[in-house]
Nanobody
């Protein structure tokens, strides 16, 4: 089983940047597709970004494309989300996720095998 711990959330002004990090531990964490979801107050949890095991294939929600960048380091067992040009609508709890064994994507909750505990990002306008 893989365990995920996020860090890097906080308060930032609109237009600013934040970098979220997630450290994975457990059974061969580098063998899993990784990604980020978020849940804003009163809204359903939604996919933000995903990255393949090799790091070559990345996917983004349309709402964050060209502003957010997902990367992973399979030596350090980390996955990061660089968030630029933040908007008030990016305010949410952000969750690091690992895909189910053999999954090549984490675009839906059904693809997710492990969730982190979440880190809060608040963007003030």
């Amino acid at each position: 089983q893989v365990q995920l711990v996020e860090s890097g959330g906080g308060l930032v002004q609109a237009g600013g940047s934040l970098r979220l990090s997630c450290v994975a531990s457990g059974l061969v964490p580098s063998s899993y597709t990784k990604g980020w979801f978020r849940q804003a107050p009163g809204k359903e949890r939604e996919f933000v970004a995903g990255i393949s095991v090799s790091g070559v294939i990345v996917e983004y929600a349309d709402s964050v494309k060209d502003r957010f960048t997902i990367t992973r380091d399979n030596v350090e067992h980390t996955v990061s989300l660089q968030m630029n040009d933040l908007k008030s609508e990016d305010t949410a709890v952000y969750y690091c996720v690992a895909g189910k064994r053999g999954s090549t994507t984490v675009k839906t909750s059904m693809d997710v095998g492990v969730w982190g505990q979440g880190t809060l990002v608040t963007v003030s306008s």
